[in-house]
């Protein structure tokens, strides 16, 4: 099974900070890594596919970049709105597997 | 607009068996390759399986396999997920969601609680 491995599990920014997390596949996965936004209680949210495509009607301020093993999701100008925890998931092979998550928070 | 609702979740004792659904609109379900992800509580997302739009290929996880069977219903716009030999380590929410690459739609989730 691929290995996601994100980074870092928590994190906690500032209204209107800049803020990175990090994916890493334990192989090659090309640019089949998509990430996910999940409020509590809430269902998954597809933020961003195929590494740096942003899925229609999420705004410009998420935003994707990587290939190969290593990956980076980025949120510009944070909103209170994007408190969250993140997932990453990769499609190149199964089983499709998810990262850990990354927990974002609002200081 | 695309809509996923999952049902038939519950509390069921260990060994035992439930039935998921997922009733789908919105889309042309029998061209779409559909998926279960669950999350324990507490825990992170766990791709479960996939089938594809005319249930030619179905791909389950280790955890899944010989256990789980899913299946589809194309008139009907249902996915189902049949259950058996439940543990407690199967105690999770279950989402349906649309696709099996990304999923770009979720239901929101059907619980299910294996505990004597």
């Known amino acids: 099974d691929i290995q996601m491995t994100q980074s870092p599990s928590s994190l906690s920014a500032s209204v209107g900070d800049s803020v990175t997390i990090t994916c890493q596949a334990s192989?090659?996965?090309?640019?089949?890594l998509n990430w996910y936004q999940q409020k509590p209680g809430k269902a998954p949210k597809l933020l961003i596919y195929?590494?740096?495509n942003l899925e229609t009607g999420v705004p410009s301020r998420f935003s994707g970049s990587g290939s190969g093993t290593e990956f980076t999701f980025a949120i510009s100008s944070l909103q209170p709105e994007d408190i969250a925890t993140y997932y990453c998931?990769?499609?190149?092979?199964?089983?499709?597997?998810f990262g850990q998550g990354t927990r974002l928070e609002i200081e | 607009e695309v809509h996923l609702v999952e049902s038939g979740g519950g509390l069921v004792k260990p060994g035992g068996s439930l039935r998921l659904s997922c009733a789908a609109s919105?889309?042309?379900?029998?061209?779409?390759?559909v998926t279960w992800v669950r999350q324990a509580p507490g825990t992170g997302l766990e791709w479960v399986s996939s089938i594809t739009a005319s249930s030619s290929y179905i791909y389950y996880s280790d955890s899944a396999k010989g256990r789980f069977t899913t299946s589809r219903d194309n008139a009907r716009n249902l996915l189902f997920l049949q259950m058996n030999s439940l543990r407690a380590e199967d105690t999770a929410v279950y989402f349906c969601?649309?696709?099996?690459?990304?999923?770009?739609?979720w239901g929101q989730g059907t619980p299910v609680t294996v505990s004597s």
């Open positions: 195929d590494a740096s």
């Open positions: 969601a649309r696709g099996g690459g990304y999923f770009d739609f």
């Open positions: 998931q990769q499609y190149d092979n199964l089983p499709r597997t």
């Open positions: 919105g889309f042309t379900f029998g061209s779409q390759t």
């Open positions: 192989q090659d996965i090309s640019n089949y």
